[in-house]
Nanobody
């Protein structure tokens, strides 16, 4: 089970940190992903972070590269998405995803508006 938190309303240029906490004991072996879904649009990939206890590798969609940072804390079974320099077009429901387990979180709403 994946539970996201941290969404909210923020002004353009602002920042938010999303969290996704997983249940279970095997979190560290899973690559974790963040997706977003804007109203009326398909769910799009945002970022991923590789599995393992050593330095994990992050991957980003071009639209968020340089603004968003994905990282994980395996001791807390949590993956984070630090979002800086937010734009109105970042407004969406953000989901975390464990592809190996086929599990999605419930989503957290991010609204960027003045």
């Amino acid at each position: 089970q994946l539970v996201e938190s941290g969404g909210g309303l923020v002004q353009p240029g602002g920042a938010l940190r999303l969290s996704c906490t997983a249940s279970g004991s095997a979190f560290s072996i899973y690559t974790m992903h963040w997706y977003l879904q804007a109203p009326g649009k398909q769910r799009d990939w945002v970022a991923s972070i590789s599995a393992g206890q050593s330095t994990p590798t992050p991957y980003y969609a071009n639209s968020v590269k340089g603004r968003f940072t994905i990282y994980r804390d395996n001791a807390k079974n949590t993956v984070y998405l630090q979002m800086n320099s937010l734009k109105p077009e970042d407004t969406a429901v953000y989901y975390c995803y464990n592809a190996n387990a086929g599990s999605w979180g419930q989503g957290t709403q991010v609204t960027v508006s003045s």
